[in-house]
């Protein structure tokens, strides 16, 4: 079984940036990724990422705002999150077992528990 685990969560205030990082034996796979859920709404996919060749994935909503990466050789995604927005408070999950670079959160088999992200003033 693929572990993984999520650190990085907090409280930001408006405007604010704060860096998600997730470590995991199962970075073997084409691509890994963030999704996000905050309370009483749908799931929400927030970026993915699959080999240095291809452009990063990103939701409409994190455009231009958030920023992943990977290193391979840590094992290590990261998510830089910039300008962050009361919106954008949610429990991120970092998800990886993806074949393919997609938006799909069908497609990414193994799920990590998730930190917290809460922006407020």
């Known amino acids: 079984e693929v572990q993984l685990q999520a650190s990085g969560g907090g409280l930001a205030q408006p405007g604010g940036s704060l860096r998600l990082s997730c470590v995991s034996d199962?970075?073997?796979?084409?691509?890994i990724g963030w999704f996000r859920q905050a309370p009483g709404k749908e799931r929400e996919f927030v970026a993915a990422?699959?080999?240095?060749?291809?452009?990063?994935l990103y939701g409409d909503s994190v455009k231009a705002r958030f920023t992943i990466s990977r290193d391979n050789a840590k094992k290590m995604l990261y998510l830089q999150m910039n300008s962050l927005e009361p919106a954008d408070t949610a429990v991120y999950y970092c998800?990886?077992?993806?074949?393919?670079?997609?938006?799909?959160?069908?497609?990414?088999?193994?799920w990590g528990q998730g930190t917290q992200v809460t922006v407020s003033s």
């Open positions: 998800v990886t077992g993806g074949s393919r670079l997609t938006s799909a959160s069908t497609a990414y088999r193994y």
């Open positions: 199962g970075f073997n796979y084409h691509a």
């Open positions: 990422v699959r080999s240095s060749a291809d452009g990063p």
